[in-house]
């Protein structure tokens, strides 16, 4: 995926004081943006999410000399931005599928940086709270499109033993569960108790 040269080790350097002035603090930073990353670029479907999480990083490192003096706020939401750029191009260029997030209605297009890593957030959160098998079924049950996600369905279905309409229900539930736990987690950012 990489199409630039690697990141020097000035550029690297200049990422990690950008992201805190301690460079263990910088480092603990950086592993989280990334990981915040692959997560993202997952959720949205892509096969190669820790390839593109590096590539974002070395975009944002690349530029960092320009970035630093006139950014303000969390480093991590420029990366995001980053992310989603990327996200268009490889759409654009590969016609990938819509993501689980474009299905969820609370996750809007028009919202800014700091509201999209909130709801990604809590989105992350609440699936790791769901069972993995749970989670493992939602996040399959919307991957595909068209006649491939229909297909998938029905072997998803015919793997657990049930109807495709039990599947359809089962993930229902899953995903009002999920509904329901992400606008909680969203309005506890929202109102902080």
């Not at 990334?34 to 944002?60: C, G, K």
């Not at 303000?72 to 819509?98: N, S």
């Not at 969820?104 to 992350?124: Q, T």
Request: net charge negative; with cysteine; hydrophobic share 40%.
């Amino acid at each position: 995926m990489r199409t630039n040269k690697p990141l020097t080790q000035e550029e690297l350097d200049g990422l990690l004081a950008w992201l805190d002035a301690d460079r263990d603090e910088a480092a603990r930073k950086y592993e989280r943006i990334r990981q915040a990353l692959i997560q993202i670029f997952v959720w949205r479907n892509f096969s190669n999410a820790e390839d593109l999480a590096d590539e974002t990083i070395d975009r944002v490192a690349k530029r960092v000399g320009e970035i630093a003096p006139h950014y303000t706020g969390d480093p991590a939401l420029y990366f995001h931005g980053v992310a989603k750029m990327m996200m268009l191009e490889q759409a654009r260029d590969e016609k990938l599928i819509t993501p689980l997030e474009a299905r969820l209605p609370y996750l809007a297009a028009d919202e800014d940086a700091e509201e999209i890593n909130v709801k990604f957030e809590c989105l992350s959160k609440c699936l790791d709270e769901l069972p993995l098998r749970s989670r493992e079924l939602v996040v399959k049950y919307y991957r595909k499109e068209r006649q491939r996600k229909i297909d998938d369905r029905k072997a998803m279905a015919a793997r657990l033993g049930i109807t495709a309409n039990s599947l359809r229900v089962r993930v229902h539930r899953l995903r009002a569960d999920l509904e329901s736990c992400v606008e909680e987690c969203i309005n506890a950012h929202v109102t902080p108790q």
